[in-house]
């Protein structure tokens, strides 16, 4: 038996091209700064519905699935991009957040967030503190750690 024969291909059943996409956009979007992350999320979000936790969870395990990179543990902010990018693309939009662990070691970490619920984190969503979320509410899409607020600047215009 050879190793095509039964290893799957990576990429193959959930997601695809698509799900392909979803990561390699995310790895280029990782490396923007904070803020212009933070508006082209929202630009992203405008207009889709929000995301179930079921829908956040099959998406999240396909990226994982998909790229050893996303998967490793310094992989959570282009994980967190491409996760709410590959939901996106069904026209839905987890919370996607950005932030620190407020347990034990403390970081910076990146993860989405749908129901209410963390989506594949093993910390408890009290150890950790969003800095920055962006959600699909009524076409507007950001929130500041203060939960409100928007990312437009006075102008009331996207940049």
């Known amino acids: 038996m050879t190793t095509e024969m039964t290893m799957p291909r990576r ?14 956009a995310a790895f280029v979007l990782a490396r923007l700064k904070p803020g212009r ?6 630009g992203c979000a405008r207009g889709a519905r929000p995301a179930s936790y079921a ?16 998967a490793g543990r310094y992989g959570c902010l282009p994980r967190s991009v491409a996760v709410a990018l590959a939901c996106r693309m069904s026209g839905v939009w987890p919370e996607w957040c950005a932030g620190v662990r407020a347990a034990p070691p403390f970081s910076p970490h990146a993860w989405v967030q749908a129901g209410g619920r ?3 984190e093993q910390a408890e969503p009290a150890d950790l503190r969003p800095l920055m979320v962006v959600a699909a509410a009524a ?21």
Request: with cysteine.
């Open 139 to 159: 076409g507007e899409g950001v929130r500041d750690e203060h939960g409100g607020g928007d990312d437009r600047g006075g102008s009331g215009q996207a940049a």
């Open 55 to 70: 829908e956040t969870l099959e998406v999240f395990e396909a990226v994982v699935t998909s790229s050893r990179r996303c």
């Open 11 to 24: 990429g193959a059943g959930a997601g695809g091209v698509r799900l392909r996409a979803a990561i390699a």
């Open 118 to 120: 963390t989506v594949g």
């Open 37 to 42: 992350l933070r508006r082209v999320l929202a």
